[in-house]
Structure formats: structure tokens, C-alpha cells
Nanobody, 116 residues
Framework: QVQLVESGGGLVQTGGSLRLSCAAS????????MGWFRQAPGKEREFVAR???????LYADSVKGRFTISRDNAKNTVYLQMNSLKSEDTAVYYC??????????WGQGTQVTVSS
């Protein structure tokens, strides 16, 4: 079992930056693919970014060049650095862990609000 706790959300102006963190429990964190997802009001949850055990990254087109996902296995933590934020980035952001086939473990989410 893996527990995930996100932090770092908040209110920021358009063009600003935030860094989200996701702290994971468990000794096998380093072997998991970790992902960030988001859900805006009235919309379905969508993929944002992921990082594999060997630091291969993938981004949604909507955030490519603005967001950076990274991980620190020594701290069991994955990060999402978000720059040049836009109003359409407003959402609840979720961290998720994929032990092999799918994202089985999810955090409770952290709210990001971008105001113009």
C-alpha cells in the first residue's frame, strides 16, 4: 500500500509559478512511475505529466515547456514545477503512483487557482 500526500497548491496570478510536492510512503517508491493529473470544475480528470523510475518524462501538450516533473527518491517525493501559469491551469491537482500496469494509488489532491 502506498499513501500519497500532495502540497504546494494555492492562489497565484497569471504568469506566476508554483511547485507542487507529493510525498509517498513505502519503500518501493523508486520503482514506481509517478504521475500528476488534474481536474477542473465540470471537466474530467486529465493527465498532466509522468516520470518513470529511470526519470523518463512525458507531458500533456497543454503544459509542455511550462511544467517540469521531477523526483527525489531519497525523499520519496515527486515534484511538479509549474511556470507561466494560465487561468486554464486552475484545477485540483492529483499525484498518482503506478506500480506496473496502472495508477493504483492516488493522493487527496491540492487546489491550484490561477487568477487574471
Amino acid at each position: 500500500q502506498v499513501q500519497l500526500v500532495e502540497s504546494g497548491g494555492g492562489l497565484v496570478q497569471t504568469g506566476g509559478s508554483l511547485r507542487l510536492s507529493c510525498a509517498a510512503s513505502g519503500r518501493t517508491f523508486s520503482s514506481y512511475t509517478m504521475g500528476w493529473f488534474r481536474q477542473a470544475p465540470g471537466k474530467e480528470r486529465e493527465f498532466v505529466a509522468r516520470i518513470t523510475w529511470n526519470n523518463s518524462t512525458l507531458y500533456a501538450d497543454s503544459v509542455k515547456g511550462r511544467f517540469t516533473i521531477s523526483r527525489d527518491n531519497a525523499k520519496n517525493t515527486v515534484y511538479l514545477q509549474m511556470n507561466s501559469l494560465k487561468s486554464e491551469d486552475t484545477a485540483v491537482y492529483y499525484c498518482a503512483a503506478n506500480p506496473g500496469l496502472r495508477y493504483d494509488f492516488w493522493g487527496q489532491g491540492t487546489q491550484v487557482t490561477v487568477s487574471s
